[in-house]
């Protein structure tokens, strides 16, 4: 499974983005996807949102909920993060990744496919 992340950008304090991730090589209609960021000068990838592939459930970090929805198109092979109302705190670099199984925990090591990281940039 291929993972390619797109739809990063710099917005100002506010505004919205919404960030894509398509799958190639296999359907992941099945699989739990998730978006992860990580923050400059941090050194672990935060989770932000998944969306369960057993029952179809979203999670999401605390600080985004309300303002940050998870997605997947109808065939299930592009999963979107719609992000409204952005924060110069949620300027990071945006990872999806995804998974055959249905993680345990919303942690990195969870998930065996990753996207390349898009940028997302919330000024002030």
């Known amino acids: 499974v291929q993972l390619q992340a797109s739809g990063g950008g710099l917005v100002q304090a506010g505004g919205s983005l919404r960030l894509s991730c398509a799958a190639s090589?296999?359907?992941?209609?099945?699989?739990?996807m998730a978006w992860f960021r990580h923050t400059p000068g941090e050194y672990y990838r935060e989770f932000v949102a998944?969306?369960?592939?057993?029952?179809?459930?979203?999670f999401y970090l605390g600080t985004v909920k309300g303002r940050f929805t998870i997605s997947r198109d109808n065939l299930g092979n592009t999963v979107y993060l719609q992000m409204n109302n952005l924060k110069p705190e949620d300027t990071a670099v945006y990872y999806c990744?995804?998974?055959?199984?249905?993680?345990?925990?919303?942690?990195?090591?969870?998930?065996?496919?990753w996207g390349q990281g898009t940028l997302v940039t919330v000024s002030s």
């Open positions: 998944a969306l369960k592939g057993s029952d179809g459930r979203a």
């Open positions: 990744a995804g998974d055959a199984g249905d993680a345990k925990r919303w942690i990195p090591d969870e998930f065996h496919y």
């Open positions: 090589g296999r359907s992941v209609s099945s699989y739990t």
